[in-house]
């Protein structure tokens, strides 16, 4: 869907050259992602959850934490 589309352009965009090369990785925020998208935070989340979910989703997601534990935005890698 469009939504959905629009969020896979919008972390595509964050991905660096070098990462491309080995491991194409990125983390923006659900905030950034919303700006950038012009969605609403909750949509973002729902269609990163979407895109992650079935039999051969688009992205694979590795929550992170800061070092005093709390989480910090999600690492995201797109499957091929």
Not at 25 to 40: D, I, K, M, R, V
Not at 56 to 64: G, H, Q, S, Y
Request: glycine fraction near 4%.
């Amino acid at each position: 869907n469009a939504t959905q589309r629009a969020v896979l352009l919008a972390l595509a965009f964050h991905v660096t050259d070098d990462a491309l090369m080995t491991n194409p990785t990125c983390f923006p925020s659900f905030s950034t992602l919303a700006e950038q998208t012009a969605l609403g935070v909750a949509t973002v989340k729902r269609a990163v959850k979407e895109l992650s979910a079935g039999d051969a989703p688009w992205l694979k997601i590795e929550p992170r934490t800061r070092a005093n534990g709390s989480l910090t935005s999600n690492l995201y890698t797109p499957n091929a």
